[in-house]
């Protein structure tokens, strides 16, 4: 059993900041990928930044600039340092994780719970 558990979401007013962190634990042979998505009612989940096990990240058109993606390997973690809020940034966001398990031939995926980020006056 492998979870994902997120922290950091919150009410923040246009312009803030925002951090969140998501810890990846259980039956984990090797983390490969790690990003964050994120959904609206009107909206499919859509990619918000990745980053892969050596580091090199990617991001949507519409947080470059504003949002930075890490990891701390040691600890399965990722992190999402959101600056300059948008009230469109508003979404439930999610943490993805891509993995290998034990001997297993194909890499494994997982998602977090999700985290509720309101930015609004």
């Known amino acids: 059993q492998v979870q994902l558990v997120e922290s950091g979401g919150g009410l923040v007013q246009p312009g803030g900041s925002l951090r969140l962190s998501c810890a990846a634990s259980?039956?984990?042979?090797?983390?490969?990928?790690m990003g964050w998505y994120r959904q609206t009612p009107r909206n499919e989940r859509d990619m918000v930044a990745t980053?892969?096990?050596?580091?090199?990240?990617d991001y949507a058109d519409s947080v470059k600039g504003r949002f930075s993606i890490s990891r701390d390997n040691a600890k399965n973690t990722v992190y999402l340092q959101m600056n300059s809020l948008k009230v469109e940034d508003t979404a439930v966001y999610y943490c993805?994780?891509?993995?290998?398990?034990?001997?297993?031939?194909?890499?494994?995926?997982?998602w977090g719970q999700g985290t509720q980020v309101t930015v609004s006056s």
């Open positions: 993805y994780t891509l993995f290998e398990q034990g001997s297993a031939l194909r890499l494994k995926n997982t």
């Open positions: 259980g039956n984990i042979t090797s983390v490969h990928t």
């Open positions: 980053i892969t096990t050596n580091g090199r990240t």
